[in-house]
């Protein structure tokens, strides 16, 4: 019976501290999953240079896009921590000018549906301009 | 063959230690962003650079290995918890809002840190060790179960419909290419699959509030691992951190149960 007494107190303090406090290490309510109900399209962050998909950590000195436009407010999209990090990559590599070098990047949304058994998508863009590939230090 | 109790004892602390370990590279973006701009007050001045992650970094290991080797546990299990809180709030730091909060470290800071409490003030020390194994399962069962309370409460049931579940497929699916994409693309396209993963999840997460009593914890540790190794296939989900401490836990249950 000791053996479930002691695992009995770690289940109860966990609900009782996670509920209370909410994301306070160790404890979470571990929200960020929850509420995906009623949802019938699902929204993925897309940065592209010349249609493909390009990671953004591959390029900087970004010309003429604006970090607030990237933002998935608004939009079912259940990976915002991905568009928070891609926001804050472009807002901490703005340049003033596109150098000889420079590739049109179009940021957007892909939204994803499945619609009798297939699944269909469709582009949103949210901003284009300019930006250089980065270049590894020798 | 039956397996020695030391031997799955070892086992265990090995797992656990992995999932430690996981949680800790879980703030490897940490070092995309220089300082904790977001900190409040004079604390936004402090420093978080590759040098102060890299020191940090080896005190972990250093202690992690410490631990594992069951050297002064009692000293090494207080600062690993202590250096996952220290790393959780400086990432969080780098975020605005509650953006930040970092799920990986807390089923292992949690397990960690009842773990101790159990061996600190768990009376004699014939008992001490099994009471702190049944403590740290009970924050397992705690962390799965308010995960699951949590999807329900937002979601209701319908969080497992098909629909929702093919949804979250299907956006893991349209970032990667190869066999990968086709996998998923066609999970997301199957209703029934979908529907099955949903209520799975639920079921698993739900259950694990189980894991409180000895002989269920076998069975919810499989149940368990089988469940991250799924969704990290078709959702690009990596909780190997929880998955590791699950699966040490249960193995060191096991070994308590059989001396």
């Not at chain 1, 002691?6 to 996670?18: D, T, V």
């Not at chain 2, 349209?174 to 029934?192: F, N, Q, W």
């Not at chain 2, 699959?193 to 540790?221: M, S």
Request: hydrophobic share 55%.
């Amino acid at each position: 019976m000791t053996p479930v007494l002691w695992a009995l107190a770690g289940l109860f303090a966990y609900m009782a501290i996670s509920l209370r406090l909410g994301d306070a290490f160790p404890f979470s309510k571990y929200s960020m999953y929850a509420g995906l109900k009623g949802r019938d399209e699902g929204a993925v962050l897309s940065v592209r240079v010349g249609g493909v998909e390009t990671p953004v950590a591959s390029l900087d000195r970004f010309v003429g896009i604006d970090p607030a436009a990237i933002d998935a407010a608004g939009r079912p999209c259940s990976q915002q921590w991905v568009v928070v990090e891609v926001r804050r990559w472009v807002a901490e590599h703005l340049a003033a000018e596109a150098g000889p070098d420079a590739v049109e990047v179009e940021l957007g949304f892909r939204h994803l549906r499945v619609d009798g058994h297939v699944l269909t998508e469709r582009f949103e863009r949210v901003a284009i301009g300019r930006a250089h590939p980065r270049r590894r230090a020798p | 063959m039956r397996v020695a109790p030391d031997r799955l004892a070892r086992a265990g602390r090995v797992a656990v230690a992995l999932g430690l370990a996981m949680a800790w590279l879980s703030f490897g973006r940490v070092l995309d962003v220089d300082g904790v701009p977001f900190a409040p007050g004079p604390l936004a001045a402090l420093p978080m650079n590759p040098l102060v992650a890299s020191v940090a970094s080896f005190v972990f290991a250093s202690t992690l290995s410490a631990w594992a080797s069951q050297r002064r546990e009692d000293l090494t299990a207080a600062l690993l918890v202590v250096l996952l809180a220290a790393g959780t709030q400086v990432q969080a730091w780098q975020w605005p809002g509650d953006e930040g909060a970092n799920g990986a470290t807390m089923l292992p800071g949690a397990a960690l840190t009842a773990w101790w409490v159990a061996r600190r003030f768990g009376g004699p020390a014939a008992v001490r060790d099994r009471r702190a194994v049944d403590a740290a399962c009970g924050m397992v069962a705690g962390g799965y179960f308010v995960a699951a309370a949590s999807k329900v409460a937002g979601s209701g049931l319908a969080w497992a419909s098909a629909g929702n579940i093919g949804l979250q497929i299907a956006a893991q699916a349209a970032i990667v290419g190869g066999p990968l994409h086709t996998l998923r693309a066609a999970a997301a396209e199957s209703p029934v699959f979908c529907g099955l993963l949903g209520v799975a999840t639920l079921v698993i997460e739900g259950g694990a509030v189980a894991y409180v009593w000895p002989p269920a914890r076998p069975w919810l540790t499989v149940a368990i691992v089988g469940m991250h190794l799924g969704i990290g296939l078709l959702m690009g989900l990596h909780h190997y951190d929880w998955m590791f401490t699950t699966l040490g836990l249960g193995l060191a249950s096991a070994a308590e149960d059989r001396r």
